[in-house]
């Protein structure tokens, strides 16, 4: 299944790397989301995007920094995280974004900072 | 209470059994709900919305109770592939604004054995 992909699938990081991870949708979508999934809680949204623009950010450290340069694509850019930070960062993608619209999610990156 | 709320199970049933899942939200104003199939290690997947006169898929089916504020989900003749965590969403709707954006209960884990 091809409609919203994400790169890196794993990614290793060090506290004083910057890395980005990459998702792209294939759904003709107009909004796109990053949720941070960690170990036995629920899916935490981190940011909404609609139309290219952020609409919703959810209290996220300044060390999560997201992009949206088209209604397309969404990046994740990380610098200077902690080891709390490790867990399955996720994409999603829905036709409208706050309109309780059903989202199709990307297979995630699993982050772990060491 | 919490805005979604699940039993974790886990619940460990055999092949061929009906087992029943349910969930209860605390906005009343919710107008979207949807049952999610999340499989180790993997992204939340759709597995049905939930509508006001109840539905069914095959071998799922979805109940809301409004007044109850209460979702339910039935799974019957149980496949061994049904293991996964099922995720009961809900809109978080905002009063006299847009619908919201989903929010995510923390799942209850089904195994079936053989």
């Known amino acids: 299944e091809t409609g919203v992909t994400q790169t890196p699938r794993h990614l290793v990081m060090g506290m004083t790397n910057k890395k980005s991870l990459k998702c792209e949708q294939h759904l003709g979508h107009n909004a796109m989301y990053w949720y941070k999934q960690s170990a036995k809680k629920p899916l935490e949204l981190m940011f909404v995007y609609s139309l290219e623009e952020r609409v919703e950010n959810n209290s996220v450290p300044s060390r999560f920094s997201p992009e949206c340069p088209n209604s397309s694509h969404l990046f994740l850019h990380l610098h200077t995280l902690q080891p709390e930070d490790s867990a399955l960062y996720l994409c999603a993608s829905s036709h409208i974004a706050g309109e309780g619209y059903e989202q199709y999610f990307g297979p995630g990156t699993r982050l772990t900072v060491t | 209470r919490k805005e979604v709320e699940q039993d974790p199970g886990p619940f460990n049933v055999p092949e061929g059994a009906t087992v029943a899942f349910n969930c209860t939200y605390s906005n009343s104003a919710s107008q979207s709900f949807f049952w999610y199939r999340q499989d180790c290690r993997k992204e939340p997947k759709l597995l049905m919305s939930?509508?006001?006169s109840g539905n069914e898929d095959g071998r799922f089916t979805a109940q809301l109770n409004r007044a109850s504020q209460y979702i339910s989900l039935l799974i019957r003749d149980s496949k061994l592939s049904d293991s996964a965590t099922y995720l009961c969403?809900?809109?978080?709707?905002?009063?006299?604004?847009?619908?919201?954006?989903?929010?995510f209960g923390k799942g209850t884990k089904l195994s079936v054995k053989p």
């Open positions: 939930v509508y006001s």
């Open positions: 969403v809900v809109n978080r709707r905002n009063y006299g604004g847009s619908q919201g954006n989903l929010i």
